[in-house]
């Protein structure tokens, strides 16, 4: 939310260079990536050439290159942030968006497209493009689809290219020399490149501007050749021929097929992943295989391809056809290529779980998650190693693929690679129905959202009772549908133009509109709300009535839905509406029985909108003794881990701060109202300075009747919080609140005071054995800091000798050069002494880790002492 009493539209033409940043490669922390967004601010002079700041490292695979040498942000914008996000205020400070040019005034609704702008005397850059963030700045905030909310609310930065190499220097002046396209602000070009994506008439306008980096002009130059060709009349569906150059035989019951056109087509898919091919065979049968490479072993399509096939046990005629049948040289017809592999660009983590052939589905996927950099894994199940297809492929990620080989007992748990899928993960699945069967199941129990999941099957069960259909849209004509067939064979019989492509229900192809009936859902393309009212043709069952081809009718109404909502019927209070919470409290010491404790809870919707409003939630009556790890591990309950992100207890800023000197002077410098620039250092010098307690001791008890605002990772996720509660009344089975996650952590009063004690001192032996080597280090690298003076001096040792290097005795250094060696030594021995400043500090953080550690371990032993005790009994209830 832009703040109102700032006109961010108000025209520039002079500004001020605040920062400049660049960075190295780092890899970024919690998964396997490597980033340069963490930049680090200079305080000289530095050079910029035409692929930007000297040194500064870029991931080509999204940033970099002459359109994107430079980025940068106006540092106005992170006040606005800390305000929607204030459980991330600590990481909303300039270089936040890994920005080299901070600016103060200069945003996205005064900045134009090719605007050349001066910075300094020599430098000049013109702008190119918008920022497209990537899933990166979604993980250094650790904020769930974040990313997406800056371009939504253009608040991303700007692209510069360089015009005219040259240096520039903190404080410089910023002045615009030139604008040629005053219409097209940055702000203004979001709004077509995101939002209003169908405006035809500016999509044309956008490729038509020369300064527009090819990033985004190649995106409306594609839009408009779509909208074009889309304007063509419809014609059926095209089978190409293409040549088999080459049949490998890759396991005992996986062949792969190198396709080559004998028709080139350039306007076939260049880049498509995890696609497939409907192949039309010579004994009649058309089929659907995935592709896993295109040209030459990459990843994209053109006009050669390579398909993975796998011998069918209940082959009815097409894998047994080509494995028997088709050889190098034969021609096979390829008709329509897509895809149905939502790949989640703003996931950080993509994690696949494939047994046998359904390798094939995500090979090109795979191959291409890790050409870009993205963090993978990969979890195969075969029946014995030699069946493991493709594995040449995966050797560059072959530490993140782990193979289990069913024939030495290995099995796979899908339900622990769920229950520990690592935070903003996208999960894939592909094999035989049982551990497609599994992995849904896995997924409901542990509360994966709909969009963080992508099952894709290579068989169907279309089989059921026999059916008639309606086609209302068609003059209400009756269609039979057998046992045996599916409704789109059924169609087909009598629309021969019934588009499909996977028809297995992965792709969503085949998706028809429902007028009226109740629905057998099968597949897995459409999400929960496309099932409301539609289905897929080619494996759903039963409709009564439906609307065939493409229509703007209305679905039918969903009585299941309405029942839904009934059960969710909140509770009236006055003008508040609240669904209760019952929660099952544990005896403890001071009332040995168990308890239930009800909590009201209703959508944030505070007087002051935010952001973060519409995935929030305002708890009422909340436990005295609640801490984050309580509703962390609550909702974790409801609706499965990684989707509570933090919770803001009553007063708790006023509270924390009393116990927190840190936050205590935070708060006496802002009432100081000193300059933006002077505050914000300030703060970062305090916050490094500050020792913190630990953790226990800002423990409390709140007040009775105390209330709390959850915030979760998405709207999603508050639904699904508010079925999952609705579910729990109507079953009157009550999420326990544990204290689990406090183990280690002593109980309210005098234990807690003890341990706080204890805690806070420091360990007078392992302080001296610091102290001691820290100065024995000190004294070291002084000695050898000397003894190089001498030698650049040419000075006689304690011997008498001059040390001289290969070449002859150089003539001696003056004075001032073995100063100056000496100085730069001193200066990079300085630099290493404070990473040990405060060590104290260090050595009291450290301990608190192992602690951690500790607490974690046990955590995960006694979950596995539960899940053990669980396959033993069945079903595992504690003692009451």
């Known amino acids: 939310m832009l703040n109102p009493n700032v006109d961010w539209a108000a025209p520039f033409r002079t500004d001020k260079l605040l920062e400049i940043r660049s960075s190295g490669k780092k890899k970024l922390p919690g998964i396997n990536a490597m980033s340069g967004i963490d930049k680090q601010p200079h305080s000289h002079s530095v050079k910029v050439g035409k692929l930007g700041i000297e040194g500064d490292w870029h991931d080509l695979t999204f940033h970099g290159g002459p359109d994107k040498a430079i980025l940068g942000y106006c540092s106005t914008h992170y006040s606005d942030w800390r305000q929607s996000y204030p459980e991330r205020a600590d990481r909303f400070v300039p270089g936040g968006f890994g920005e080299n040019f901070v600016t103060a005034h200069m945003n996205e609704r005064n900045v134009c497209i090719g605007d050349i702008i001066q910075f300094g005397d020599s430098l000049q850059l013109q702008v190119s493009l918008p920022r497209q963030p990537c899933y990166k700045l979604n993980h250094r905030f650790s904020l769930k689809n974040f990313a997406p909310t800056t371009y939504k609310t253009s608040r991303t930065g700007w692209y510069y290219r360089v015009v005219r190499e040259g240096t520039v220097s903190v404080g410089d002046e910023v002045l615009l020399v030139e604008r040629k396209w005053p219409d097209w602000t940055i702000e203004r070009v979001q709004e077509y490149l995101h939002r209003d994506t169908n405006n035809h008439e500016m999509n044309q306008k956008l490729a038509a501007i020369e300064a527009l980096g090819d990033e985004s002009r190649g995106m409306f130059k594609n839009r408009v050749a779509k909208a074009l060709r889309k304007a063509e009349p419809k014609t059926e569906e095209v089978w190409r021929k293409f040549r088999v150059v080459k049949r490998t035989q890759e396991t005992p019951r996986i062949i792969s097929l190198q396709l080559d056109t004998e028709e080139v087509d350039n306007d076939l898919p260049k880049m498509l992943l995890g696609a497939h091919a409907r192949l039309r065979l010579g004994n009649g049968l058309i089929r659907t295989y995935s592709i896993v490479s295109g040209d030459e072993g990459g990843v994209g399509i053109g006009n050669k391809f390579e398909l993975g096939i796998a011998l069918d046990e209940n082959s009815r005629g097409g894998s047994k056809y080509i494995h028997e049948t088709v050889k190098t040289g034969d021609t096979i017809e390829v008709g329509r290529i897509t895809t149905d592999v939502k790949h989640g660009m703003m996931s950080s983590n993509h994690v696949y779980v494939v047994g046998g052939i359904g390798i094939t589905a995500f090979m090109a996927v795979m191959m291409k998650v890790h050409q870009i950099n993205y963090s993978l894994e990969l979890h195969y199940a075969v029946r014995t190693a ?379 032996v392992d302080a001296r054995r610091s102290v001691h080597a820290f100065f024995d280090a000190f004294n070291r690298k002084e000695k050898e800091a000397a003894e190089l003076a001498k030698r650049l001096r040419n000075e006689p040792d304690e011997d008498g000798f001059v040390t001289v290097t290969r070449g002859g005795r150089t003539a001696p250094a003056s004075k001032y050069e073995a100063e100056e060696a000496k100085r730069r030594m001193v200066e990079k021995d300085t630099k290493k002494k404070s990473q040990m400043k405060d060590f104290y500090r260090f050595q009291l953080r450290a301990r608190r880790k192992e602690d951690q550690a500790a607490l974690v371990k046990r955590f995960q032993q006694d979950r596995d002492k539960v899940n053990a005790m669980k396959e033993r009994r069945g079903k595992f209830r504690p003692e009451a």
């Not at 690679?417 to 199941?441: D, F, Q």
């Open 386 to 764: 030699e069946e493991a297809a493709f594995l040449d492929r995966m050797e560059p990620f072959r530490n993140r693929v782990t193979i289990y080989d069913k024939s030495k007992g290995e099995r796979m748990d899908i339900s622990k690679i769920v229950e520990t899928l690592p935070w903003n993960s996208k999960l894939y699945v592909c094999g035989p129905p049982r551990m497609m069967e599994a992995a849904k199941a896995a997924v409901e129990a542990n509360g994966l959202p709909h969009d963080e999941v992508h099952y894709e099957a290579f068989t169907a069960d279309v089989s059921g009772d026999p059916f008639e259909a309606v086609v209302a849209n068609k003059q209400d004509k009756k269609i039979k549908v057998g046992g045996d067939e599916s409704l789109l064979e059924a169609l087909r019989r009598e629309f021969p133009d019934v588009a499909s492509s996977c028809e297995v229900g992965n792709c969503g192809t085949c998706k028809i509109t429902l007028k009226q009936g109740k629905v057998d859902h099968r597949g897995s393309a459409l999400d929960p709300e496309e099932l409301k009212g539609h289905m897929l043709s080619c494996v759903s069952r039963d409709p009564v009535k439906l609307l065939y081809g493409n229509t703007s009718q209305p679905p039918f109404e969903n009585t299941e839905a309405l029942s839904i909502a009934a059960e969710m019927a909140p509770i009236d209070s006055g003008n508040e509406h609240f669904v209760v919470l019952p929660i099952e409290m544990p005896p403890c010491p001071s009332f040995p029985e168990a308890a239930i404790h009800e909590v009201r809870i209703r959508r944030n919707a505070p007087k002051i909108a935010t952001a973060s409003d519409s995935r929030s939630l305002f708890l009422k009556n909340i436990p005295a003794d609640s801490t984050e790890q309580h509703f962390r591990a609550l909702f974790a309950q409801l609706v499965g881990a990684g989707r509570f992100e933090g919770i803001k207890f009553e007063d708790e800023s006023g509270i924390s701060h009393s116990y927190d000197p840190a936050q205590a002077a935070k708060i006496n410098t802002i009432a100081k109202k000193r300059k933006r620039d002077d505050l914000e250092t300030e703060e970062q010098e305090k916050e490094k300075q500050a020792i913190r307690l630990p953790e226990i001791w800002t423990r409390r008890v709140l007040r009775s009747s105390s209330t709390a605002v959850v915030l979760l990772a998405d709207d999603k996720s508050v639904q699904l919080v508010l079925r999952a509660i609705a579910k729990a009344n109507k079953t009157k089975k009550y999420p326990t609140w544990e204290d689990e996650p406090l183990k280690g952590v002593p109980p309210l009063g005098v234990p807690w005071i003890s341990s706080h004690l204890r805690d806070s001192r420091v360990d007078k």
